[in-house]
T-cell receptor, first 117, second 107 residues
Framework: AAGVIQSPRHLIKEKRETATLKCYPI?????VYWYQQGPGQDPQFLIS???????DKGSIPDRFSAQQFSDYHSELNMSSLELGDSALYFC????????????????FGPGTRLTVL | DAKTTQPPSMDCAEGRAANLPCNHS???????VYWYRQIHSQGPQYIIH???NNETNEMASLIITEDRKSSTLILPHATLRDTAVYYC????????FGPGTSLSVIP
């Protein structure tokens, strides 16, 4: 079965550079989520999109932005990178379908490991 | 903020059942109980969810108390590959990972 695809899997950047992470959700999934997991920490919710519109926002720094495109893939753009941005970034997708009874299970990608030097 | 309380760590002998408890005393009527797990540095993996009835799937069973203030995830025959951090999550519209339980399955 198709899974969530993230690219690149590894990325090394210098401080103050920019980075773009990409996420390709499972086909027919309409919701994408981004998470950040620092060393030794639990995943932290950053932002989510449903049908190409931002649906929720967590602890995402102002230096970060994201969007979901017409083909449902999503990109997380990170500018003015700091050492503290070094982390695993996970994308997850789900099929929401406008269901009002809570949320459906999220399927996570393998993550992008970002290292800021 | 996480709305759940889980023990930080547990051990389980290989082949035995692993019973992972979770307290969620402030759960509201429309909130589901979800369980995910994360094997070291891999993406979290959905296990099971429930509202008020007990649930079972090919991976695990979920037992929810009648007052819904606590639940237990049961892995019926733990294997070494079940060693992971297990997260109990209670929410309506987002996944908030709190401190989970680090389960070590011992040969």
């Amino acid at each position: 079965a198709a899974g969530v695809i993230q690219s690149p899997r590894h990325l090394i950047k210098e401080k103050r550079e920019t980075a773009t992470l990409k996420c390709y959700p499972i086909p027919r999934h309409d919701t994408v989520y981004w998470y950040q997991q620092g060393p030794g920490q639990d995943p932290q919710f950053l932002i989510s999109f449903y049908e190409k519109m931002q649906s929720d926002k967590g602890s995402i720094p102002d230096r970060f932005s994201a969007q979901q495109f017409s083909d449902y893939h999503s990109e997380l753009n990170m500018s003015s990178l700091e050492l503290g941005d070094s982390a695993l970034y996970f994308c997850a997708s789900s099929w929401d379908g406008g269901w009002a009874g809570g949320y459906n299970e999220q399927f996570f990608g393998p993550g992008t490991r970002l290292t800021v030097l | 903020d996480a709305k759940t309380t889980q023990p930080p760590s547990m051990d389980c002998a290989e082949g035995r059942a692993a019973n992972l408890p979770c307290n969620h005393s402030t759960i509201s009527g429309n909130e589901y109980v979800y369980w995910y797990r994360q094997i070291h540095s891999q993406g979290p993996q959905y296990i099971i969810h429930g509202l008020k009835n007990n649930e079972t799937n090919e991976m695990a069973s979920l037992i929810i108390t009648e007052d819904r203030k606590s639940s237990t995830l049961i892995l019926p025959h733990a294997t070494l590959r079940d060693t992971a951090v297990y997260y109990c999550i209670v929410n309506y519209d987002k996944v908030i990972f709190g401190p989970g339980t680090s389960l070590s399955v011992i040969p």
